[in-house]
């Protein structure tokens, strides 16, 4: 195999076996033993260059290969594989950190799992991330709702609506605020959620409620007579 050019240099500059080294002047010796430190130099500078090279690439493709272990977990979320998500959520965060919304399904799994610390825990780190992120702050309500922390519930609801209103963020609070006494706003609040979602009947069944809780029997009777129509359709 014929030799490479940087072989050739290589065996111009190295130093000869011992007990074969001719006698050469000193100006000599001196000058290859520079060659041969620049060429020691050169290959440590290559090395690290590659080194960083793909430290680089690999650091750079993080935010890809983190996003195909989320896909990943999201395909599993549904019952009995709860936990299997979970694990693709993590690894998905350990790869890279910026992901709110790995937080948030990773909320979402725990919550499902019976793990309400570890869920919020995860749905405060997404709106950290994310301060727009409304489902974050719905997913801590039902939490407290669960818990019968209303009030934090509610907090947490107005924050919801207040980013991104929704049907269900309306009707819980509307339940919140039912709970609490206060029939004309739980009133307004399923007014929104039927405004969006017209086809519900536990929501007249709810509006009901509030009417006759406030002393308006025949708006009540109304709400229930649709609520029935709905049903039986």
């Not at 086809?199 to 007249?204: F, G, I, T």
């Amino acid at each position: 195999m014929p030799e490479s050019a940087f072989t050739r240099f290589w065996n111009t500059v190295r130093p000869p076996p011992k007990g074969n080294r001719p006698v050469v002047s000193s100006e000599v010796i001196a000058l290859r033993r520079r060659q041969r430190r620049l060429v020691l130099i050169t290959v440590a500078a290559i090395a690290l260059v590659a080194a960083g090279t793909a430290a680089y690439s690999y650091i750079s493709n993080a935010p890809q290969r983190a996003d195909k272990e989320f896909q990943e977990g999201m395909r599993l979320m549904g019952p009995s594989k709860y936990p299997d998500a979970v694990v693709h959520f993590t690894r998905a965060l350990s790869i890279y950190q910026q992901l709110p919304d790995a937080y948030l399904e990773r909320g979402n799994a725990y919550r499902i799992l019976g793990e309400p610390d570890a869920a919020i825990a995860d749905y405060r780190a997404a709106t950290d991330l994310n301060p727009n992120l409304a489902a974050a702050h719905n997913g801590i309500a039902v939490i407290y709702l669960e818990r019968h922390d209303f009030n934090h519930a509610l907090e947490e609801l107005n924050k919801s609506i207040t980013l991104q209103p929704t049907v269900d963020a309306y009707y819980q609070r509307g339940q919140i605020r039912e709970s609490q006494g206060n029939h004309q706003k739980a009133i307004e609040d399923y007014d929104r959620a039927i405004a969006e979602q017209p086809d519900a009947p536990y929501m007249y069944r709810a509006r009901a409620l509030a009417k006759a809780n406030l002393g308006d029997q025949d708006g009540a009777h109304g709400d229930r007579m649709i609520a029935n129509q709905i049903e039986h359709h």
